[in-house]
Nanobody, 124 residues
Framework: QVQLVESGGGLVQAGDSLRLSCTAS????????MGWVRQAPGKEREFVAA????????YYGDSVKGRFTISRDNNKNTVYLQMNSLKPEDTAVYYC?????????????????WGQGTQVTVSS
């Protein structure tokens, strides 16, 4: 069981950067695969990024590859999403997500736990 709380969202201009944070509570954080999923108004959930138990492997959605970087600090029970070169189409609610059994999640449907989300808005 894990509880996830996101922070760091906000309003920025195209080309700017943001860093999202997700702090987890509960036991055995280091054994959870973690990731980020986003959802824009009226759109389906979209996979953004994921990271394995110890941070050794990462996976990114095609739309963010090369611009976003996921990382984790297990000593702080925190996963991060560094978002560079933001585009208006990145505007969405960003959710932190976790799975306790897989070493790396590569599809939205495989995440078992979700945070409440943080809003990212990118103006043109």
């Amino acid at each position: 069981q894990v509880q996830l709380v996101e922070s760091g969202g906000g309003l920025v201009q195209a080309g700017d950067s943001l860093r999202l944070s997700c702090t987890a509570s509960g036991r055995t954080f280091s054994s959870y695969a973690m990731g980020w999923v986003r959802q824009a108004p009226g759109k389906e959930r979209e996979f953004v990024a994921a990271i394995s138990w110890s941070g050794g492997h990462t996976y990114y959605g095609d739309s963010v590859k090369g611009r976003f970087t996921i990382s984790r600090d297990n000593n702080k029970n925190t996963v991060y999403l560094q978002m560079n070169s933001l585009k208006p189409e990145d505007t969405a609610v960003y959710y932190c997500a976790a799975d306790p059994r897989r070493y790396l999640v590569t599809t939205t449907a495989d995440f078992g736990s979700w945070g409440q989300g943080t809003q990212v808005t990118v103006s043109s």
